[in-house]
């Protein structure tokens, strides 16, 4: 069984994902984590990421894997690293680009097949791209100033950052996330979405193992 988790930043796709897999004995993976170790091996090589054919060639030639949460970049935990604005900003740039979300697509899947076919996976084309058959699909959204003003409190290690410039940093990820042409972010027709604006972290998660539980109680899954 995939769980996918989508949704825009700020919405607690991270948090969520992470309680919803403790609580059914599952593995979690942060796809975009993914990207931005891809990210991290383009600025060490040097690579303009609007070079798509350079892009390329540095994403395939590094090792990226997942594992206990940590993301590794050539055998090396990179997790602190690949969280800084710089990264964040080139991970849009990357991701963008079809070739390269060819070659990290296939390593979520063949991380997800490596378990088993049983994970839960957060992302913003898990639920459309990646897993467009996964058991349960729930797209997590929030009003505009309450993903600001979450991120804001999360960044920087702890210390909390003008909400404003957050909130202009997430509308600038959205619209490129959202507009881009391959794997844009968006609701599958399928998905449940959820609005976290006005719930709590229990509530949102006792939403989705609901959606969770009713799935595994479907014939096809006995």
């Given at each position: 069984?995939?769980?996918?988790?989508?949704?825009?930043?700020?919405?607690?796709?991270?948090?969520?994902?992470?309680?919803?897999?403790?609580?059914?004995?599952?593995?979690?993976?942060?796809?975009?984590?993914?990207?931005?170790?891809?990210?991290?091996?383009?600025?060490?090589?040097?690579?303009?990421?609007?070079?798509?054919?350079?892009?390329?060639?540095?994403?395939?030639?590094?090792?990226?894997?997942?594992?206990?949460?940590?993301?590794?970049?050539?055998?090396?935990?990179?997790?602190?690293?690949?969280?800084?604005p710089e990264i964040t900003?080139?991970?849009?740039?990357?991701?963008?680009?079809?070739?390269?979300?060819?070659?990290?697509?296939?390593?979520?899947?063949?991380?997800?097949?490596?378990?088993?076919?049983?994970?839960?996976?957060?992302?913003?084309?898990?639920?459309?791209?990646?897993?467009?058959?996964?058991?349960?699909?729930?797209?997590?959204?929030?009003?505009?100033?309450?993903?600001?003003?979450?991120?804001?409190?999360?960044?920087?290690?702890?210390?909390?950052?003008?909400?404003?410039?957050?909130?202009?940093?997430?509308?600038?990820?959205?619209?490129?996330?959202?507009?881009?042409e391959a794997s844009p972010?968006?609701?599958?027709?399928?998905?449940?979405?959820?609005?976290?604006?006005?719930?709590?972290?229990?509530?949102?998660?006792?939403?989705?193992?609901?959606?969770?539980?009713?799935?595994?109680r479907r014939p096809e899954?006995?």
């Open positions: 069984m995939v769980i996918a988790i989508d949704g825009p930043g700020g919405v607690g796709k991270s948090t969520v994902t992470q309680r919803v897999a403790a609580a059914r004995g599952l593995d979690y993976l942060d796809t975009g984590a993914t990207y931005r170790a891809a990210a991290l091996a383009v600025m060490r090589a040097g690579v303009d990421p609007s070079d798509g054919a350079a892009v390329l060639e540095a994403v395939a030639a590094a090792s990226i894997e997942y594992w206990n949460g940590s993301i590794f970049l050539d055998g090396r935990d990179v997790s602190s690293e690949v969280r800084t900003a080139a991970s849009s740039a990357v991701a963008g680009i079809p070739e390269v979300r060819d070659v990290v697509v296939a390593m979520q899947r063949q991380w997800v097949q490596s378990r088993g076919g049983m994970a839960v996976v957060e992302g913003r084309d898990i639920g459309t791209v990646v897993f467009p058959d996964a058991a349960v699909k729930v797209f997590l959204t929030a009003r505009p100033e309450i993903r600001a003003a979450r991120r804001a409190a999360d960044q920087a290690a702890g210390h909390s950052e003008d909400v404003k410039v957050v909130r202009e940093a997430l509308d600038e990820r959205d619209r490129a996330d959202s507009t881009r972010l968006r609701a599958a027709d399928d998905a449940y979405t959820v609005d976290t604006s006005d719930l709590s972290l229990d509530e949102v998660v006792e939403a989705v193992l609901l959606l969770v539980d009713a799935a595994r899954m006995l």
